[in-house]
T-cell receptor, first 114, second 112 residues
Framework: NAGVTQTPKFQVLKTGQSMTLQCAQD?????MSWYRQDPGMGLRLIHY???????DQGEVPNGYNVSRSTTEDFPLRLLSAAPSQTSVYFC?????????????FGNGTRLTVT | GESVGLHLPTLSVQEGDNSIINCAYS??????FIWYKQESGKGPQFIID?????DKRQGQRVTVLLNKTVKHLSLQIAATQPGDSAVYFC???????????FGAGTTVTVRA
């Protein structure tokens, strides 16, 4: 079991560029989510999915898109990168959304937008 | 041991002492709480969880206490070790909401 795998580990973008952050889990988890982590602000929820074909917005969704075509994958797309999107991005999953199960996190993607 | 009555962003602990990390949660409807540990360059790692129908839960060297009356959560670490140096986050969830909300975190530094 690899758990939650995020790629790439590091990325530098220029303002206006687009890119996709990849996330895959091999635990057959129904629930997946994306967080961003900024200094002094903890982790903020961007988007989440309670199952394949279902996505919803979190606390800070603007500028990001997601899709969930399979149970395993939950990519995060930056449509037109801005310096305010410089952050560390974490993907996380748990078994089912309505059970008391903790989130399992990947090791993050560190994104810099210049 | 060392403790903080209110949430503080940093905590310095002597190796071997007990640590207490506090967290105030915001939503009285939250029914599930988790403590995470995050080491530098890594994702948050699950430590222990507790449901709202419990007041206390113990793990290996860690204890979580929940006081729903004042919406307060604490994590106690026994015999703190250098490997316990990390940022600790509390998280809360409202069952019907599916979302896990995180606190700002406490950086714990263990002094040799």
């Amino acid at each position: 079991n690899a758990g939650v795998t995020q790629t790439p580990k590091f990325q530098v973008l220029k303002t206006g560029q687009s890119m996709t952050l990849q996330c895959a889990q091999d635990m057959n988890h129904e629930y997946m989510s994306w967080y961003r982590q900024d200094p002094g602000m903890g982790l903020r929820l961007i988007h989440y999915s309670v199952g394949a074909g279902i996505t919803d917005q979190g606390e800070v969704p603007n500028g990001y898109n997601v899709s969930r075509s399979t149970t395993e994958d939950f990519p995060l797309r930056l449509l037109s990168a801005a310096p305010s999107q410089t952050s560390v991005y974490f993907c996380a999953s748990s078994s089912t959304p309505d059970r008391d199960s903790p989130l399992h996190f990947g090791n993050g993607t560190r994104l810099t937008v210049t | 041991g060392e403790s903080v009555g209110l949430h503080l962003p940093t905590l310095s602990v002597q190796e071997g002492d007990n640590s207490i990390i506090n967290c105030a949660y915001s939503n009285s409807a939250s029914d599930y709480f988790i403590w995470y540990k995050q080491e530098s360059g890594k994702g948050p790692q699950f430590i222990i969880d507790i449901r709202s129908n419990m007041d206390k839960r113990q793990g290996q060297r860690v204890t979580v206490l929940l006081n729903k009356t004042v919406k307060h959560l604490s994590l106690q670490i026994a015999a703190t070790q250098p490997g316990d140096s990390a940022v600790y986050f509390c998280a809360e969830r409202v069952r019907a909401d599916y979302k896990l909300s995180f606190g700002a975190g406490t950086t714990v530094t263990v002094r040799a």
